[in-house]
């Protein structure tokens, strides 16, 4: 479904990024493994692509830092020649109640969620439009769309998501550009083993596929939206949620 595309994927070292990155390969692409601070975790992912039989590069980046971001995308560009898809997965939590939170922490998830997607857009548009072409995916979650008590840094920054992909859906759109939101609900990951059993158990009674995802699940969404079967899809936000937000 994406021979032959270049595709970055921001976090890919871990979760639902590397499984991105992953799923991408095997469908023919050639994948950015992108990372902050895991590089042993995203040279394991290039090898499990490569040893598929895939093509696979780990490039470290802060996406939260504009001036990295930009150095980052050019030299892929440089090497490349083109980036087809864009995968902004790359995300944090830093949990707390509202009266509680404190400015770093709003601003830390700020950062890496909302300016990060905008600061990998802002660099990797101008290379799209010259192609007339290309899929932008951002990940955003089930809580941007719902809220949620004790994240409303995340929120924020997944309900900004949304409307940062809306915006550049329809700014970009006239050149062949497709730019969609993925809203995952509850997945397996780092992200979420951390929460303590009983919110566990009471987000589970919410879901009503009565499960939490899997990264695969999220992933496959993301291969559809990258590939050439989703063309006229553009500015809208897929759930994949197991049926929280309807
Ligand atoms: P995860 O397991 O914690 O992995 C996060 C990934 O993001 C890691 O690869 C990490 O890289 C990377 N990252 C963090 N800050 C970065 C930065 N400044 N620059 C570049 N990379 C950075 O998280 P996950 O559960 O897979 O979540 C992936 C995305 O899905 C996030 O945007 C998250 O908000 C969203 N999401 C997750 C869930 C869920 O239930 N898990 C639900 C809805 C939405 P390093 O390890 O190198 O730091």
Redesign the pocket.
């Known amino acids: 479904m994406l021979n032959g595309k270049v595709a970055v994927v921001?976090?890919?070292?871990?979760?639902?990024?590397r499984q991105i990155a992953i799923s991408m390969a095997k469908e023919g692409a050639v994948v950015i493994v992108?990372?902050?601070?895991?590089a042993a975790?995203?040279e394991d992912v290039v090898k499990e692509i490569t040893e598929a039989g895939g093509q696979a590069e780990a490039v470290q980046?802060?996406?939260?830092d504009y001036s990295a971001a930009e150095a980052f995308l050019k030299d892929i560009i440089s090497r490349y020649k083109r980036i087809d898809i864009l995968v902004n997965?790359?995300?944090?939590t830093r949990d707390n109640l509202l009266m509680k939170m404190s400015e770093e922490e709003f601003d830390a998830v700020i950062d890496?969620?909302l300016k990060?997607a905008f600061n990998c857009i802002k660099h990797v548009s101008r290379q799209m439009l010259k192609q007339k072409g290309g899929r932008i995916i951002n990940?955003s979650?089930?809580s941007g769309v719902m809220g949620n008590a004790g994240q409303a840094n995340y929120c924020a920054s997944k309900a900004g998501v949304i409307g940062l992909t809306k915006s550049v859906a329809r700014e970009i759109g006239s050149r062949g550009i497709t730019v969609n939101a993925i809203a995952?609900?509850?997945?397996d990951?780092?992200?979420?083993a951390v929460l303590p059993e009983d919110v566990k158990k009471a987000m589970g009674e919410q879901i009503p596929l009565k499960r939490f995802g899997t990264t695969e699940d999220v992933a496959q969404a993301a291969v559809f939206l990258a590939s050439d079967r989703a063309a006229y899809i553009t500015g809208q936000v897929l759930c994949v949620d197991g049926g929280m937000a309807m």
């Open positions: 921001t976090g890919a070292s871990r979760g639902i990024g992108n990372y902050n601070g895991s975790k995203a980046c802060n996406v939260s997965n790359a995300g944090i890496t969620n990060g990940i979650s089930v995952p609900g509850f997945i990951t780092e992200m979420t």
